[in-house]
Structure formats: C-alpha cells, structure tokens
C-alpha cells in the first residue's frame, strides 16, 4: 500500500510540474496561432456555421417539419439503437483486451494489439465488403442463414456488426496504455490483502481507468452515431427501416431537399459538438483528479 501511494504521489508531482514555454520570437508564435486559427475557421467553423444556416433558411418550422418525416424519425430512432448496441459491446471489449495486454504476458500479445488497430488502416468500406462476402446471399455464410431465416446484411445486425467493427478500437486504446503505465502493483496489493478478483476490479482497476474509459466510450459513440462508409454498405439503403442518419441525409440530398438534409445533419453535428463539450469535461475533470490530495483509506474502504 505505501508502494502504491508512493507511486500516486510521484504521479502526481510528475503531473504538477512546471512547463516552460519555448523561447521563439513572439512572431512565429503569432505566426503559428494564425495559422491554426486559419485553418480551424476555414475548415471547421465556415462548414459548421454553413450547415445550420441551410438547416435554417426556410425557418424554423420548416427545421422542425425535417423531423416530422416517418423516414427521418426511423433514421434517428435506428441511429440511436445501433450505438446503444455497439458502444456497451466495446465497452466490454475495450476492458477485457487492454486488461490482458497491459496485466499479462501472453503468445500473441503483439498481434492481438495489431488487430485491435486493424479498423484504423482498414477503410470502413472494405469493411462493409468483408460482412457482405460472409453473410451476404452469395456469401460463405449466405445459403445456411438463408435456410434459417436469418437475415443480417440488409438489415439491423449487419448495421451492428459494421458499427462493431469500426469502433472497437477506440474504448481498448484509450486504455491500454494508461493500464500499462499503471502497472498490476494496486491490484497485486489489494489480492495480497485478502480481495478476490471482483473486488480487484471493481474497487482498484476501474476507479484508475474511469475518465480514460469514459473519454473512450464518449468517442466510440461519436462515432457510431456518425458512420457511413461501412453502414452504407451492409444497409441496402432500406428507407425508414435501414438508413442511418448519415444515410439519411445523402438521401435526402440526392433528392434536392436540401433543408431537410441540413436539418439531419445539423443534429449530427449538434450531437459532434455536445462530444466535444463532454471531451473536454472528462480531460478537465482528469486533470483534477491527478492533482487531488492523496486521501488516507478508510478501515471501511478495505478491499477486503
């Protein structure tokens, strides 16, 4: 136990010193700041501010007719299931897998790691390709789900599963190298005080990782709730049974309704910027629990 509040506390220190700034002259800085900020407002606020005001341009009873659409509210209500699928499914990924990796030693820990960033260099449109070879009606798989009245491509399981895919990297290595940097002391601490494996888990394990795994989390549904190229793929383009947001709003577009198009995707970037509004809270809220005081364990808050 001292061990590990050594270890806090030179975290901690490591965390609270002090950061020089460089010594360039004040015009590259200004230089460097202009240009970030050019780029930031030519490429992030002008389409950010452009898509509300097309949203808005007939006003807002228009804006709010966009969402009278049976098509748009199924689009919406089948957004929302899919990452309420996707995002508990790599949840339990992410822990598991950055809880080997960083706790034990194992044959074929490099490559587990590597094919956990498999949909990084994949693009998510092979990806779909790949779900429809296997299950698609003249895929390997095809024939027998067939016969059993299975149905996943062109339909909501194969949605999940191209959601899946695409995301499950993002809660495991959020997590895997603060796991690693942490260490096993704590929980070889907490075993050698008499608590069992749950206890290790849930009392010493989660309550190190919990922002890094909410910060995962937050970015796993950012982009579950945003995915096209993979979802396009599997979903048949299905109108109000099988289209998503983002393929709800190229329908729309491709059909010159362009208010109601910038009304979808005005909600997905109203969703894009509440992500960024939770982000930055969890990073904020991190760094403060990295310079909280090391508070003593109560006898009641034993593991054991």
């Keep these: 136990m001292a061990s590990s509040i050594a270890l806090q506390s030179g975290d901690t220190a490591s965390a609270a010193a002090p950061r020089y700034a460089t ?175 749950w206890q290790t888990f849930y009392r010493v394990t989660l309550p190190n990782v919990k922002w890094a795994l909410l910060y995962g989390v937050i970015l796993c549904n950012a982009r579950a709730m945003g995915e096209f190229g993979a979802v396009s793929v599997v979903s048949g383009h299905i109108r109000g049974v099988t289209t998503t947001m983002p393929l709800h709003v190229e329908i729309l577009y491709n059909e010159y309704n362009f208010v109601a198009a910038f009304a979808v995707a005005s909600l997905l970037a109203l969703l894009a910027l509440l992500t960024l509004v939770l982000k930055s809270l969890v990073e904020w809220r991190s760094r403060a629990a990295l310079h909280d005081p090391i508070k003593p364990i109560a006898p009641e808050e034993h593991p054991s």
Excluded: C
């Excluded at 200004?30 to 407002?41: K, P, V």
């Excluded at 005001?53 to 919406?76: C, H, K, Q, W």
């Excluded at 089948?78 to 996707?86: D, G, K, S």
């Design 23 to 197: 010594t360039e002259a004040a015009w590259v800085k200004w230089l460097l700041i202009t240009l970030a900020l050019g780029f930031l407002t030519l490429f992030l606020f002008v389409p950010l501010a452009a898509v509300f005001v097309e949203a808005f341009r007939n006003g807002i009873d228009a804006y709010l007719m966009s969402f009278t659409d049976p098509a748009a509210l199924a689009a919406i209500k089948l957004t929302l299931l899919v990452a309420a699928i996707a995002v508990p499914l790599n949840l339990v990924f992410g822990l598991a897998a950055s809880w080997a990796i960083a706790k034990f030693e194992f044959k074929g820990k490099h490559l587990l790691i590597t094919l956990i960033d498999l949909p990084f260099a994949v693009s998510p449109v092979i990806a779909g390709l790949i779900y429809v070879l296997l299950y698609g009606a003249r895929g390997w798989l095809g024939p027998w789900l067939d016969a059993h009245g299975i149905e996943i491509i062109f339909a909501v399981p194969g949605i999940v599963l191209a959601t899946v895919f695409v995301t499950f990297p993002f809660v495991a290595r959020e997590l895997i190298p603060l796991m690693q940097a942490q260490g096993s002391e704590h929980e070889q601490a907490a075993l050698t005080l008499g608590a069992n494996g």
